[in-house]
């Protein structure tokens, strides 16, 4: 799924390519796309581009006339940017939005239809976003009290929408290899020193791959958006050597869901039990990296 980073360099992309611009037509090939009925989605026909925004992982496409096209890529959304309007591709096009500098097309790979579009007014915004805070404006306060609403593993704390905004699974794992923190330990047992150096972790981490994903992109628009990077420590990484003790990155794996973690430098050698695998091996599931 996209996060910050790559939402923030697809809204860094279309700018420059579409504020200003006329939205002459949006063209809709999925029947499930649409999430909303009014205001109707060619109510937003021949209005022009005033400016775009992020909420949380969506991308907000603000126009004149009070009116917003909201999009949520969801896991396997992705958008490609075109010169001009050409037909919706038969697998996994979801829709094209022509506006008079080009075309924006929103596709969607596998056989599920899980991203969307909703088309509200301003004052509807507010129903749209998972109200999580936003780490680059936040205090250590306000991140500590989101941090802590529920009681969580730090890995589900932090990919919690309705508290901490736009991190998913990668940039969690980055994080915490970031923070120095295991992705299984409870948030309420952190002291006040690992909450400030997770927060710190947070700012530094985030920033860096907005920075990184966008100075990437230059002045194209962004392709292959995946949630791996090869310059990420840990996520994707299972097996390598990590990149600050060269201890073998781990992972747990929880239904299509996996999080990878260094055990030198996150939990202090242990080898964290997976869910399916340390059942499986029992006896022979290493328990530390000595055993593994």
Request: glycine residues 8%; charged residues 25%.
């Amino acid at each position: 799924m996209p996060e910050l980073p790559e939402i923030e360099s697809y809204i860094a992309a279309l700018r420059p390519r579409i504020v200003g611009s006329e939205l002459a037509k949006v063209r809709i090939g999925s029947f499930s796309l649409l999430r909303t009925f009014d205001p109707p989605i060619d109510a937003t026909f021949g209005s022009s581009v005033l400016d775009l925004h992020r909420i949380g992982k969506r991308v907000s496409i603000d126009l004149d006339g009070d009116l917003h096209l909201v999009i949520h890529l969801m896991v396997a959304g992705r958008f490609k940017w075109l010169d001009e309007p050409k037909p919706l591709p038969k697998r996994g096009g979801l829709a094209a939005f022509d506006f008079t500098t080009g075309s924006l097309l929103l596709t969607e790979a596998g056989t599920k239809r899980r991203a969307s579009l909703s088309v509200v007014r301003s004052p509807d915004l507010a129903g749209i976003d998972p109200g999580g805070i936003e780490i680059a404006d936040a205090s250590l306060e306000s991140f500590t009290t989101a941090l802590l609403t529920n009681r969580h593993t730090l890995k589900r704390a932090l990919t919690d929408a309705r508290y901490l905004s736009g991190i998913g699974g990668a940039f969690a794992d980055e994080i915490l290899h970031a923070a120095r923190l295991s992705p299984t330990q409870m948030n309420t047992n952190l002291d006040d020193e690992e909450i400030s150096r997770l927060f710190e972790a947070t700012k530094r981490t985030l920033d860096l791959w907005t920075r990184k994903r966008i100075e990437e992109t230059g002045d194209g628009f962004p392709t292959k958006v995946t949630a791996f990077h090869q310059d990420m420590a840990v996520h994707g990484k299972f097996g390598e050597p990590c990149p600050v003790c060269s201890a073998p990155i781990q992972k747990i794996v929880s239904g299509s869901r996996e999080t990878n973690y260094c055990p030198g430098c996150q939990t202090g050698g242990k080898i964290l039990a997976d869910r399916s695998l340390s059942r499986l091996l029992k006896d022979d599931w290493p328990k530390s990296l000595d055993e593994l």
